[in-house]
């Protein structure tokens, strides 16, 4: 496999060696190529961390890790499905929590006006530097493997959906506009940003946009509302 740490292939045993003191999962993350998959934003705090990710390039990869499961006693986790628990994250997943709660309201807002394109909004610890991200459901397909599917004849990718989970990054300053356009009950400059945001996350993971034109529209929408505010 190729890592986030060396463009040289290692073996599962080596990556196993290398492994850091308190880690307990083999992480990987599925993409057509390093340069996609080090800009997801999913990469942000493991980057940081200083933990090695598995580089998925094949599109039989991942289907082989979920069937293995595991290996030498350590799980396999996708960096791109379910909750990513770092060992050392627990004060920051503390403090996300409480504003959870503290939104909450807002959140289930944010979910029903994109009830259409997800089935979650939460708040998130992976992320530092970008607004959003999308994930999927600890275990359900990720948006790579739904992308494999739906490439398949017979109709498959219609039988076949990731659940999609729109996270929200709490220390962005995206998220205190999301905040007081809530608090103002201003639903439809919310909904505004919350499909842009849905749109960026979405481009990022290389997902093709249905509605191109929905996109253009929201924009020209918020430079009129910004226009006019000047």
């Given at each position: 496999?190729?890592?986030?740490?060396?463009?040289?292939?290692?073996?599962?045993?080596?990556?196993?060696?290398?492994?850091?003191?308190?880690?307990?999962?083999?992480?990987?993350?599925?993409?057509?190529?390093?340069?996609?998959?080090?800009?997801?934003?999913?990469?942000?705090?493991?980057?940081?961390?200083?933990?090695?990710?598995?580089?998925?390039?094949?599109?039989?990869?991942?289907?082989?890790?979920?069937?293995?499961?595991?290996?030498?006693?350590?799980?396999?986790?996708?960096?791109?499905?379910?909750?990513?628990?770092?060992?050392?994250?627990a004060?920051?997943?503390k403090?996300?929590?409480e504003?959870?709660?503290?939104?909450?309201?807002?959140?289930?807002?944010?979910?029903?006006?994109?009830?259409?394109?997800?089935?979650?909004?939460?708040?998130?610890?992976?992320?530092?530097?970008?607004?959003?991200?999308?994930?999927?459901?600890?275990?359900?397909?990720?948006?790579?493997?739904?992308?494999?599917?739906?490439?398949?004849?017979?109709?498959?990718?219609?039988?076949?959906?990731?659940?999609?989970?729109?996270?929200?990054?709490?220390?962005?300053?995206?998220?205190?506009?999301?905040?007081?356009?809530?608090?103002?009950?201003?639903?439809?400059?919310?909904?505004?940003?919350?499909?842009?945001?849905?749109?960026?996350?979405a481009?990022?993971?290389?997902?093709?946009?249905?509605?191109?034109s929905?996109?253009?529209?929201?924009?020209?929408?918020?430079?009129?509302?910004?226009?006019?505010?000047?």
């Amino acid at each position: 496999f190729n890592t986030s740490s060396s463009e040289k292939t290692i073996t599962l045993s080596e990556y196993v060696e290398k492994m850091k003191e308190g880690q307990d999962k083999i992480y990987y993350v599925s993409g057509e190529t390093r340069e996609f998959i080090e800009k997801l934003p999913q990469m942000e705090l493991l980057k940081e961390k200083g933990y090695e990710v598995l580089y998925l390039f094949d599109k039989i990869d991942e289907f082989t890790l979920d069937r293995m499961e595991s290996y030498k006693d350590k799980k396999f986790k996708s960096i791109t499905r379910g909750e990513l628990d770092l060992p050392e994250n627990a004060e920051l997943k503390k403090e996300v929590e409480e504003k959870s709660v503290e939104n909450s309201s807002m959140l289930d807002k944010i979910k029903e006006l994109l009830s259409e394109k997800v089935t979650a909004v939460k708040l998130t610890t992976r992320l530092k530097s970008t607004p959003s991200c999308l994930v999927t459901d600890e275990n359900g397909i990720s948006l790579e493997m739904e992308k494999i599917i739906s490439e398949m004849p017979n109709n498959m990718g219609g039988l076949m959906k990731a659940s999609k989970i729109l996270e929200l990054n709490p220390n962005h300053e995206v998220f205190e506009v999301l905040k007081s356009s809530y608090s103002k009950g201003n639903y439809d400059e919310l909904a505004d940003f919350s499909s842009l945001l849905y749109y960026q996350s979405a481009l990022t993971e290389g997902i093709k946009i249905e509605n191109p034109s929905e996109i253009a529209s929201k924009i020209n929408s918020l430079i009129v509302k910004v226009g006019s505010r000047s």
